[in-house]
T-cell receptor, first 111, second 114 residues
Framework: GENVEQHPSTLSVQEGDSAVIKCTYS??????FPWYKQELGKRPQLIID?????GEKKDQRIAVTLNKTAKHFSLHITETQPEDSAVYFC??????????FGTGTSLTVIP | GAVVSQHPSRVICKSGTSVKIECRSL??????MFWYRQFPKKSLMLMAT?????????EQGVEKDKFLINHASLTLSTLTVTSAHPEDSSFYIC??????????FGPGTRLTVL
């Protein structure tokens, strides 16, 4: 089955700085890679996703890059704000909605 | 995005009792829904895939007789934790989505077994 690894497990940045979270996956058939943000006690919310036919996708301060050859993808958050503080999960899927999640990154943005 | 509801949001029960958690897709039909378990500050662990009209598919290590899943309609899947014990205390989250789309999560159910 798919194995998704995520680093770092915790990340602290100063407000305004950038944050980068990296994930690797093992199943070369995986073709869909979403990122979720989860605030304490709440449901994970999709923040951005990328499919395997694209190398990069950007949405305002958030971007995701994908390297299919190396089987890794990354989340980039620029100009971080305190409200970006949360746990972020990457996931990989080969279709059919079955997702395999990374172990999560707890991001703290220090005002 | 699609809307998934979950009920109850919080339940406290005595050891040995059974607890049923409902997961509903409100604005789409879900032939497949997923059940996850999440421990504090940990990732989402897929427990099982709920298939409408057929048996659920359980991940390795998940007891199917312990965690009963029923997907009786295209908008409802239920998870029943049978003979609950304190170690079953956790945050249970369901998800669903169209096959070509992403997953949308329910708000989760906090189960506490005394």
């Amino acid at each position: 089955g798919e194995n998704v690894e995520q680093h770092p497990s915790t990340l602290s940045v100063q407000e305004g700085d950038s944050a980068v979270i990296k994930c690797t996956y093992s199943d070369s058939a995986s073709n869909y890679f979403p990122w979720y943000k989860q605030e304490l006690g709440k449901r994970p919310q999709l923040i951005i996703d990328i499919r395997s036919n694209v190398g990069e996708k950007k949405d305002q301060r958030i971007a995701v890059t994908l390297n299919k050859t190396a089987k890794h993808f990354s989340l980039h958050i620029t100009e971080t704000q305190p409200e970006d503080s949360a746990v972020y999960f990457c996931a990989a899927s080969r279709g059919g909605n079955q997702f395999y999640f990374g172990t999560g990154t707890s991001l703290t943005v220090i005002p | 995005g699609a809307v998934v509801s979950q009920h109850p949001s919080r339940v406290i029960c005595k050891s040995g009792t059974s607890v049923k958690i409902e997961c509903r897709s409100l604005d789409f039909q879900a032939t497949t829904m997923f059940w996850y378990r999440q421990f504090p500050k940990k990732s989402l662990m897929l427990m099982a895939t709920s298939n409408e009209g057929s048996k659920a598919t359980y991940e390795q290590g998940v007891e199917k007789d312990k965690f009963l899943i029923n997907h009786a309609s295209l908008t409802l899947s239920t998870l029943t934790v049978t003979s609950a014990h304190p170690e079953d205390s956790s945050f249970y989250i369901c998800s669903g989505g169209n096959p070509t789309d992403t997953q949308y999560f329910g708000p989760g159910t906090r189960l506490t077994v005394l």
